[in-house]
């Protein structure tokens, strides 16, 4: 995974909680893009982020979910009142500087009872 | 609309022997890149192999090569001498250069790929 990290890898929330996924891309980088992968399905783009920007959340949901990447500190995926529909793994990637691949965080799974 | 298919959902081997997945892509973008993650068991996300639609010839990494048939818009993975720890998810993915510098990547329903000894 080349250095992205994601926190906490598992995460269980009843419906109606809040999730709050933490992603650090590469040191010295300022970009992420979040996905999410529905079970036996392949990753869907969610929302790409520079430091303190959203460029791009055409594929986030309308409702619920949001995002940021703050000046200091990890990049932030929010989930309000979660559904039993949201449970998934959700992957941060981080551009490779000197490439044109992606790499990815180890995901973070989340459950919804 | 960009779209990506793998249509085998799952592809036996014998150690030791090739195989090929298949990918196919639908696009409209003059320039895009594909590219072809492994996903093992335990949930990451493996680079293996890209090939830009522009590359004259066709990538290899290692055991990795990829057969791009750009009249075909086909990118199919092959294995060389599969070993048993190949045996995982693989997804196709197509890279789409978006306005101001963005890209996201797209990426197929994925294959699963069991290897036997």
């Known amino acids: 995974n080349a250095g992205v990290m994601q926190n906490p890898r598992h995460l269980v929330r009843r419906r109606g909680q809040e999730a709050r996924l933490r992603c650090s891309p590469m040191?010295?980088?300022?970009?992420v893009y979040w996905y999410r992968q529905l079970p036996e399905e392949g990753l869907k783009f969610m929302v790409y982020?520079?430091?303190?920007?959203?460029?791009?959340e055409s594929g986030m949901p309308k409702e619920r979910f949001s995002a940021e990447f703050p000046k200091e500190g990890p990049s932030i995926l929010r989930i309000q009142q979660v559904v039993r529909g949201d449970s998934a793994a959700y992957f941060c990637?981080?551009?490779?500087?000197?490439?044109?691949?992606?790499?990815f965080g180890p995901g973070t799974r989340l459950t919804v009872l | 609309a960009q779209k990506i298919t793998q249509t085998q959902p799952g592809m036996f081997v014998q150690e030791k022997e090739a195989v090929t997945l298949d990918c196919t892509y639908d696009t409209s973008d003059p320039s895009y890149g594909l590219f072809w993650y492994k996903q093992p068991s335990s949930g990451e996300m493996i680079f293996l192999i890209y090939?830009?639609?522009?590359?004259?010839q066709n990538a290899t990494e290692g055991r990795y090569s990829l057969n791009f048939q750009k009249a075909r818009k086909s990118a199919n993975l092959v294995i060389s001498a599969s070993q048993l720890g190949d045996s995982a998810m693989y997804f196709c993915a197509m890279r789409r250069l978006l306005q101001g510098g963005s890209e996201k990547l797209v990426f197929g329903k994925g294959t699963k790929l069991t290897v036997n000894p």
């Open positions: 090939q830009g639609s522009y590359d004259q």
């Open positions: 990637a981080s551009p490779r500087l000197a490439g044109v691949e992606q790499f």
């Open positions: 040191k010295g980088h300022s970009h």
């Open positions: 982020l520079q430091k303190e920007n959203i460029i791009d």
